[in-house]
Structures are given as structure tokens and as C-alpha cells.
């Protein structure tokens, strides 16, 4: 009976947190199942997962200075892939077999798991064979495979369910695009080559079918307008219209469509998510009650003492009133009572936050009653909570953005005790509790609290010459500190609290991009790693000081080259964060054809394949289904 | 009761047409109403408007070659404006003051009238007394407003008045935005002034509030992406989460609000337009009803004899079994009269497109049945109408893209002659109505046509040494024959066929945006014609040949800035053609800074809020308007 009790509870706890996990319903499984879900067993995954994807700055080509061994890497890896060996068997052992071999997640995290192993063996004899061959880590590529697959993500494989459902989507309309492509690129060819036109560094104009399809590409992330027009539009205006008619087709109505293609699915996936995620928890609210119900009066009910010992389950630390007050809300035939109906409205009501008296009183009313409650201490309460509080600071700030505005620092150390007494004051009369529940006082604190500790530390040891000193960190939070004046703002409230409330969501797309930028910065770095370095470019510095080959970033190849001369040598893919870099480079697209062209330069045309699968794949669609997250969220706040 | 008749006819046909133009409701006003929406009338409209904004070419800026004596435009423009005010005139006289004068565009028009003429005078007094000093004719932005503001111009002010209402509701999100360029502005001030970086091109970075905050706004455009950040970022990697945090910020989640806001906005208006359209419909198809009924058992009913009365008027070309059938398909009851009810569904029966056996038959048809009812014309018709017939053609096409991709021209005459052949037959057997109802056959019509007669002048002419010949006329008519291939894929088909039925929408967008065009282009002609000429780029060439003055596109100011090195000296003011060139790739984005840098080279910084304003303006709003149309198009198509 009590075995029966926790499965029960188990369930409710299940629906309540949305884990859609299907365990064999004996004692040991469930049993198991709780253990799965200890909250340390899942911190202690996402810190591996962490670390194993940390590798990357330690092992070849490593960030400058962090460089390890590749036997200290190797061991961090295999302790990562022994926790998640552990993770996935205790996950297959409260499962049926059958169940837990259909789920595409565990397979994928099983194979990932195998081929990592494989690799590190294949890696280590290599290396010791010979090392000068460059061997290649192949497997690591595969490293965010584990945030999307373990059941843990749940947001961020939703995010990539709902990417693989719109792919299929927006296939017709990308292959109806590149079919524009090549047909323009063909006519361009015809229209261009025969002229022999140059662009302004000298190379050729059209020349050939694949620079042809390529620039055409390039036009349509809109990255080499107008300087791809000019040579022709110089020779004879009317060669504008070829380029207008390309631009509004392919850009202006095609990626259109393609996001609105995006958007309609995601509108879609969206809906029968939630409508899956509904039937879910009512199928784990039903089979709880089917294990708690009585029969009485012909009727399946929860009795009153049966709901007490649930509670005393779900709810431990709450008092009996509580609990029994729970129960009143959900029987609403005033029976004494819960029959089905009620029962399945438990879990929207376990996400209500009722909290007790007890409870919101805050820790130094708890230990100092009589300080809190004397009569000064309600008259400054009532003072605190008024609005002439708040205007008084809002005032404050202001005069401190004139301050900062005309770089009067002297006064910052006012400002900053000033600040930090409204935090005291807020804090002692809201408790934290209260206090921490709202985004601009969490705010608040971080800002003013950070600025305090490096105030101090700068007074403290009184060092500079680095290339960013406290003395930045304080700048930055000193003008942060006016943003809480457009919280203050009551036309700006609506956009900033929507803002806040899909914060969370915003961060699982960050995840999302993450994935997909590792993945490519791996393979970047195999690719392209050690081209490119920079050494500044004064030529003459150089000439004098080093030594020839570090001249045009390492590579005579980039001589005279667009990469260089934008002084790009920076965007490079030598270590995990450059590349990473280079990544949100790529997604914000400018230019992204001049960083393109550098490493063409430095390797072959074959180089384009890369960059052009990396637009595709993160600015076409992720980065559309990102828009178009943000596009559905702001509609349905408004 | 003619008069009557005439009147519920009028309204009918308003009903049906969608006007919504109120009118007083006597004989003499409803001829005077119909006599105004005689279609010559309106067709002499849209040639004065057109005559009226075509006189830009000829004005001072003139396109080359173009220039007209300032009274021969002046003429022509005195002509548009009496026919413009014979018009307003003629609408003031059906329509009650009271209606008229409420109405802002007619006043708008009115005013519009007005100015340009005060404007035409100044500019003759002007001229006449010291032409030196560059008379401004400073009316001529005004000149779009007819395209708006005519009554006949309705899809277009429908985007118009969406615009408007959008507007109040992104102001919100665009002050915030603006607000924190601001901020961020200030901050990139503080931490990068004091390092004394400079960009590749020896200008200081980020050394004044008012270049900082210009900078941070074309990132948002991404258009100095990443240019802009790379000194920071060589000088230390960490400046990069500043740039990252404003990105992200601005870009992606600001204007994804502004783009939100706009779509939700554009759906609304949308849906209130067309409650209000059919409310509309069914006001003027009561009030025709109402002065049409009859009092019959209790009851108000349209008689059959009324109905034939009214059809006469209505339909005069069709036969009296035609109009039988249609009051038999609104008479629900059976009854033989027409009730309210019935009544209010005809202006949507008058859309259907019912044609009777006389319409069907094709002109060959009608003169000679023997022919083409014979038994080996009826074989071919057969023949044409399978599919085997499509599949022929088809693969011609595959193997003429074939002959173009391997650069065999000889055989372009055999193909031009097939593809005739085709047209002809498809003409033979289904006859030019049914023919040119559908895109795909129109498409051919005009690509095979003007490929024949251009190959027919090819032929005759034989000259050639020109920029562009009718041999590149031909070339670009031969690879577009292709894009039939993919009206045959199916897969496509759906995307075609929504992106055919949304073509009207498009072109009223692309008048909306024509208007904005217009508008910046003169006053940028205004501002910066003269500044910026092309003399192509071979200083060399030019020292020998030209004068000095003709060195860095005519204004030593540009040496060595960007916008001369990019080679973009044909991106300026100095016509009216070029200027909308110019807008065009202003639209676009991309680079704009540095066309908006070579323009404050030549004149000052102050010349940024006009490329500010266009931005904000034509990109911003404008734009992100028609993305919602065609987000909403594709969304209700799909
Ligand atoms: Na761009």
C-alpha cells in the first residue's frame, strides 16, 4: 500500500513537472526512477556535459596558454563518457527494454557514447604512431549530440523536434530558391562573361559558372550588394534591372516565404506540443488515481485520509490546514471527496503559488518581531512602499546619468552608497523573499552589488596596465545602472516584462545556436585551423621585428587580399573561442563572403562548401525559426 | 422610376466594385457619379499621375540626354494639375460639402494642387531674377501624394492607412531601441575613446558621442558587421560579449519585436478592412433593395419584372435565360421574388464567373465550324489536350536548357519555331480566351513572342557595337523560357500558383514603397546632385585625357575614402533614375554606410539623418510591412 502510495505520488509529480519518462510500474523501478530524478544525479550530468564540451579550449589547436596534454584530456573525456554510461544504464534499467530501445534519444546517446571511445583509441595509437600526420579527434563533432539527447534537455529538444518537423516544410520552396539560383547564375554567366568586366580589386567579373552561382548566392544574404552590381551597372545601366528582378525574387519574396513557411510550422508544432504535453499529464493523473481511488456509492472517489498521505508525500513541509484547504479547491461538489474530474486539475494546482503566512513573513520579522512591528519601523515601511520612494531614486539615477554623461567619476562612490542603501531598505522591508521575485530588483542587486565589489577590490590592490582593468567592469556597471530608468518608464513595461517572461525560452534557442555552432567550429577548426594568425599589420613593424612569414596574418596568400586589408587576420578558426566567434560572425552575415574569401584564399573554392552548409543550416533555418519563436511569443503577450 | 432604376443599378455595381464613395442621391448627381467613374476618365487620371512624376527625368537634375526647358516641364505640369483639379472638381459636385470637406484626401489633393502651382510661380519669379543662386522647386515631393490620395488609387491608400495605424503602436519599441543605442553608444564611448584605436582606413574609433551612436546604429543594420568590432576585438578578445550583448539585444530581439508588432498589427487592420468592405457591400445592396421592393403579403420582394429592369442596366450583354438562371440561384425559397436576404448575396453572384455556351467558343470556332469540328481537328484536339502533349514540350525545354548550358545557339531558331508551333496549336484548340487565363500560357506568350520578333530585328538590323544589343535581349528571353520547367514540377506548383494569385498585392506594395522612393530621391537630389560623378576609375587614363577635376569621381574629397575605392561613384543624386537606384540598394542594407559616407565626405556629417530617416522610414517600417503581407499571404494560401 505504501509502495502504491509513492508510484501515486510519483505521477503527480510527473504531471506537475511535465517528465513524459515511461518506467516499469514495480517498487525497485520506481524506486529507481525517483533516484534517476535526484536533482544532484542531474547537476552532476550537466557539469560533465559542461566539461566535455569544455575539451575543446584544452586540446589541439587550444586557446593561447590553456594547452593540455592530450593524455589530461583524454582522462577528463573518459570520466565524462563513464557518467553518462552510468546515466543511460540507470535510465535503461527502470524501462522496459522494448520502450527504452524505440526512443531515438537513448540510441543516439548510446552510439555517440561508443564511437567517442573508438575514436580516443584510434586517436591515441595514431598520435603514438606518427604525430606528424595531424591526427584528427573525428568524434568530436558529435560532443553536443548529449545536450539534445539526454532527457534531461527537454526545451532544447523540443526546439530541435520542432527544426526537424519544419525541414522537411521548406525544402520545396530552398530547392525552388537554388533552382532561381543556378537559372540566374546561368543568365549572369551569359550576360557578364563575354564583356570581361573586373570588380575593383581585378578579379574577373562572372567569369565562370560556379563564381557565377556563388555571387548570385552571396547577393541574396544581401553581403556583396551593391559592389556585385557595379562593374555592370557601370558599362550600361539597364543591367540593374537584372539585379532588381534577382533581388526582389529571391530575397524579398523568397526568404520570405521561407519564414513564413518557419513561422506556420512552428505556429503548428507549437499547438500540438502543448496538446501532447496536456494529454501526457492527464494519462499520469488518471493512472495515479486509478491506484488511489475506493469504490463508494458506485462511484471511483479519493477519500479524505487518502489524500492526507499523498500530501504528506508531495507536500511534506506543509501543515494539514494547507493541504486540506488544496483539497477543497479541487472538490467542487463539496462531496469531502475527489472523484476523476477533480483529481486531473491537481497538477495545474500544484503550480499555483499559495504560500502560507508562515511563510511570507520575512527572516527579520521571524527573529525580530518587535523590531519589525514597532511603530518607526512601520512608519518607515509605509515611507519605503510609497511611491514618492521610488520616484525619489528614479530622480537619482537620472542626475547620475548626467554625471556620467559628462564624466564627472568623482561622485560615483555617492552614487553607489546611495544605491546600495535603497537595496537595503527594499530588502528589509520586503524581505528577500519579495524582494527577489521581481526582474529589476534581481537586477538591482547584480548591478549595484557587483560594482560594489569592484569598487573594492580596485581601491584594494591598484593595479592597471592590463588591457582591461576593473576600472572597465565598474564603467560598464555604472552606466547599466540607468537601464532600471527604462524600467521605470510605463510605456517600455509592457515590452520589457514580455521580454522577461521569454527570457527563459530565448536562452533555450541560445542553446540551440550552441549546438550548432560547436558542431561547425569543430569542424571549422580541422578544416581551417593554423592559416591564418595575427600579428598585427603594421608591415614595417613586422619587416623589422619578426619574421617574413608573419607577414599578411602569417599567409603571403592574403596579400592584397579584401581579408586583409579589412584587417580580419582576427577571424580565424585557431582556437574553440575565435571560432566561435567566427561562428556569430557568420550569423550576423555582413561580410560574411570577405571571411569566406580569406580562407578560399588560404585553401581552395572547395572552402565555400563549408561556409555556405554553415548559412543554410544556422542563418536560413535556425536563425528564422529563432525569429519566428520571438514573432509568436510577443503576439500571444500582446 | 428609370432614375430609381439607375440609382440601385449605381449602387449595385458600387456594391460590387467595392467603391465607397458616398454621393448625394438625385438623378443629376448619381449621371454625374457615373460619368466619373467612367473608366477613360481614370485612365487619363493614371497618365496624368504618371506624366506628372515622369517629369522628374526631365527637370533640372535632367537624366542625360533628357533635359526640357523649365517651361516645357512647366507646361506639362500646369496640364496635370488642371486635370487633377477638373477632377477633385467633379468629385466635390456629386458628393455632399459637408462629406467632401470631412474627407482628408481630398483636401490633401487639394492643398497638393495649390502649393505646386504657388511653387511653379515662385520658381518662374525665382529663375528670372538670379538663376545663379540653384532655384529649388520645392513642391516636387508632393507629387506621390496623387498616386495616394485619388480616389482611384484604393489598394494603395488601403497600404497607406496601414502604415498609418501601424505606426503609434511600433513607436514603443523603436523609442526603446533608439534608447538604447543611445546607452550602448555611451558606453562604447567610455571604454573604447580612451584607447586611442583606429579603424583599418586611420579614422579614430568610437572617438565622439555622435559617431558612436551612428556606428551602433548601422550595426543594428548589420551593415559594418564586423568591421566595426574588430580594433576592439584585436586589442582585447573580451570586448566581443559587448558587441554580442548588443546584437542580440538590438537586432535580434528588437527588431523582431518591431517586425511583431507590425505583423500582428498588419493581421488586425487587415481583418477590420474586410469587416468593413462587406459591411459596406451590404449598405449599398440594402439601399438598392429598398428603392427597388415591392410590398407583397407583409412582405418587401424584388419582382422577377424588376429584376429583368435591373439586369438590363446591369448585365446588358447577356441573354435573358443568363439573367433568369441567376435570380433562380439567389431565389432560395423557390418563391419567384427576390427577399432582402436573397438580395444582399449579389454582388458575390456577379463575381462568379458564369459564361454561357456562345462565351465558350473559340473565334476559329465561330467562323468556321466545318474546320474545326472535323473529325482529324477533332484527332489533334484530343492529341493537344493529353498529357503526352505537355510531357513533349516539357522535354524540349530540358534539352534547349542543355543546348543553352553548352553555348549551342544555332539550333535556337528550331526551338523558337517549336515553341511557336506550340503556342499556336494550344491557341487553335482552346482558344485566346481560355488560352490567356492561365499565368503559364501568358508567360510563354510573351517570352516566345518577343523572343521571335527580337530575332526577327536581330535579323534585319544586323548592327551592333551598342552597350546592350537585341542579341542580350535575346539571350535573357531564352534562358527564361527555362523557368517553365518549374510550372511543371509539381512540388512547386503550390508556391507558384500562391506567389501568381498574390502578384496584384505585390505591385500595390511595390507603388507603396515606389512613393517613399520618390519622395527621398528628390529630396536627395535636392541635397546632393553635383557632388559625385563617374568618370570611371583610371586615374592614370584620366590625368592624360580628362581634366584633374574629373580625378576621384569628380571630388578630391573622396580620395581615398571607401566609397571611391569600392568603385561607387555611379551610386549618386545627379538624376532622378540614378537616385532610385540608390534607394533601391539603400534598401537593401547592405554597405549603405558607406554610400551615406561618401555623401558626408562631400557635403557633412548632417547628410546622415537623411540616409537616418530613409532607414528608418523605407526599411524599417516599410519593409517589415510588406514581410507581413507576404508572411500573412503564404500563411492564408497554405
Ligand atoms: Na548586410
Given at each position: ?242 539585379f532588381l528582378i534577382y533581388l526582389i525574387l529571391c530575397l524579398y519574396i523568397f526568404m520570405s516565404i521561407v519564414l513564413a513557411t518557419i513561422y506556420n510550422n512552428y505556429k503548428k508544432n507549437l499547438k500540438n506540443e502543448i496538446r501532447a504535453a496536456v494529454f501526457t499529464k492527464r494519462k499520469q493523473l488518471a493512472k495515479a488515481f486509478d491506484i488511489l481511488k475506493v469504490s463508494r456509492h458506485d462511484e471511483h472517489v479519493i477519500t479524505h485520509s487518502r489524500w492526507k498521505q499523498l500530501m504528506g508525500l508531495l507536500l511534506p513541509n506543509k501543515s494539514a490546514a494547507h493541504t486540506d484547504l488544496l483539497m477543497k479547491i479541487l472538490d467542487t461538489g463539496n462531496k469531502n ?302
Amino acid at each position: 500500500d505504501e509502495e502504491s502510495l509513492l508510484l501515486a505520488s510519483t505521477l503527480v509529480l510527473d504531471a506537475k513537472r511535465g517528465r513524459n519518462l515511461e518506467y516499469i510500474l514495480g517498487n525497485k523501478y520506481v524506486k529507481s526512477y525517483i533516484f534517476y530524478n535526484e536533482p544532484f544525479l542531474r547537476w552532476i550530468l550537466y557539469v560533465f556535459i559542461a566539461l566535455d564540451l569544455t575539451l575543446a579550449i584544452f586540446e589541439e589547436p587550444a586557446v593561447p596558454n590553456a594547452s593540455i596534454p592530450y593524455w589530461g584530456t583524454m582522462v577528463m573525456e573518459f570520466a565524462c563518457m563513464c557518467y553518462f554510461s552510468f546515466r543511460i544504464l540507470h535510465a535503461m534499467f527502470f524501462q522496459y527494454s522494448r520502450v527504452f530501445f524505440k526512443d531515438a534519444k537513448n540510441i543516439i546517446v548510446m552510439v555517440s557514447i561508443v564511437l567517442t571511445l573508438i575514436d580516443m583509441i584510434c586517436y591515441i595509437i595514431w598520435q603514438n604512431m606518427s604525430p606528424d600526420t595531424h591526427p584528427v579527434r573525428w568524434s568530436r563533432p558529435l560532443r553536443p549530440l548529449f545536450i539534445v539527447n539526454f532527457p534531461d534537455g527537454k526545451q532544447i529538444r523540443r526546439a530541435f523536434r520542432n527544426i526537424r518537423r519544419t525541414v522537411p516544410d521548406i525544402m520545396n520552396v530552398l530547392f525552388l530558391f537554388l533552382m532561381s539560383v543556378l537559372l540566374f547564375g546561368l543568365l549572369a554567366l551569359k550576360l557578364f562573361a563575354k564583356r570581361g568586366l573586373k570588380y575593383p580589386t581585378g578579379i574577373p567579373y562572372f567569369s565562370n559558372y560556379f563564381d557565377s552561382i556563388w555571387d548570385l548566392y552571396v547577393l541574396v544574404t544581401t553581403a556583396n550588394n551593391p559592389d556585385v552590381m557595379m562593374p555592370a551597372y557601370d558599362y550600361s545601366k539597364w543591367f540593374f534591372i537584372f539585379f532588381l528582378i534577382y533581388l526582389i525574387l529571391c530575397l524579398y519574396i523568397f526568404m520570405s516565404i521561407v519564414l513564413a513557411t518557419i513561422y506556420n510550422n512552428y505556429k503548428k508544432n507549437l499547438k500540438n506540443e502543448i496538446r501532447a504535453a496536456v494529454f501526457t499529464k492527464r494519462k499520469q493523473l488518471a493512472k495515479a488515481f486509478d491506484i488511489l481511488k475506493v469504490s463508494r456509492h458506485d462511484e471511483h472517489v479519493i477519500t479524505h485520509s487518502r489524500w492526507k498521505q499523498l500530501m504528506g508525500l508531495l507536500l511534506p513541509n506543509k501543515s494539514a490546514a494547507h493541504t486540506d484547504l488544496l483539497m477543497k479547491i479541487l472538490d467542487t461538489g463539496n462531496k469531502n471527496v475527489l472523484d476523476k474530474k477533480d483529481f486531473l486539475h491537481l497538477s495545474d494546482l500544484l503550480h499555483l503559488p499559495l504560500s502560507e503566512v508562515k511563510d511570507r513573513q520575512t527572516l527579520f520579522e521571524k527573529y525580530f518581531p518587535d523590531v519589525y512591528n514597532h511603530r518607526y519601523s512601520e512608519l518607515f515601511k509605509r515611507f519605503v512602499r510609497h511611491k514618492a520612494f521610488r520616484y525619489l531614486f528614479d530622480f537619482l539615477i537620472v542626475i547620475n546619468a548626467v554625471f556620467i554623461a559628462i564624466d564627472l567619476d568623482v561622485a560615483d562612490w555617492f552614487f553607489l552608497s546611495i544605491f546600495t542603501v535603497e537595496i537595503l531598505c527594499k530588502l528589509y522591508v520586503f524581505g528577500a523573499k519579495e524582494f527577489f521575485l521581481r526582474f529589476w530588483n534581481i537586477f538591482d542587486f547584480l548591478v549595484i552589488g557587483s560594482a560594489l565589489m569592484a569598487s573594492i577590490i580596485e581601491k584594494a590592490t591598484e593595479k592597471a596596465n592590463e588591457e582591461i582593468s576593473t576600472l572597465d567592469v565598474l564603467l560598464v556597471l555604472r552606466v547599466m545602472r540607468l537601464v532600471k530608468i527604462f524600467g521605470s518608464i510605463k510605456r517600455f513595461k509592457v515590452i520589457l516584462q514580455t521580454l522577461v517572461n521569454i527570457g527563459p525560452s530565448i536562452v533555450t534557442y541560445g542553446g540551440v545556436i550552441f549546438v550548432f555552432y560547436y558542431f561547425f567550429a569543430i569542424i571549422g577548426m580541422e578544416l581551417f585551423s593554423g592559416y591564418i594568425h595575427y600579428y598585427g599589420y603594421d608591415e614595417q613593424y613586422i619587416g623589422s621585428h619578426g619574421t617574413n612569414k608573419m607577414l599578411f596574418c602569417g599567409n603571403v596568400k592574403l596579400n592584397n587580399s579584401l581579408f586583409y586589408k579589412a584587417h580580419y587576420c582576427n577571424n580565424n578558426f585557431n582556437d574553440i573561442v575565435q571560432s566561435m566567434v567566427v561562428m556569430f560572425e557568420l550569423s550576423v552575415v555582413n561580410q560574411w563572403h570577405v571571411i569566406t574569401s580569406g580562407f578560399v584564399l588560404v585553401t581552395s573554392k572547395v572552402a565555400r562548401l563549408y561556409f555556405f552548409a554553415f548559412h543554410l543550416c544556422c542563418v536560413v533555418v535556425v536563425l528564422n525559426i529563432f525569429i519566428a519563436f520571438i514573432l509568436e511569443a510577443f503576439i500571444l503577450e500582446y
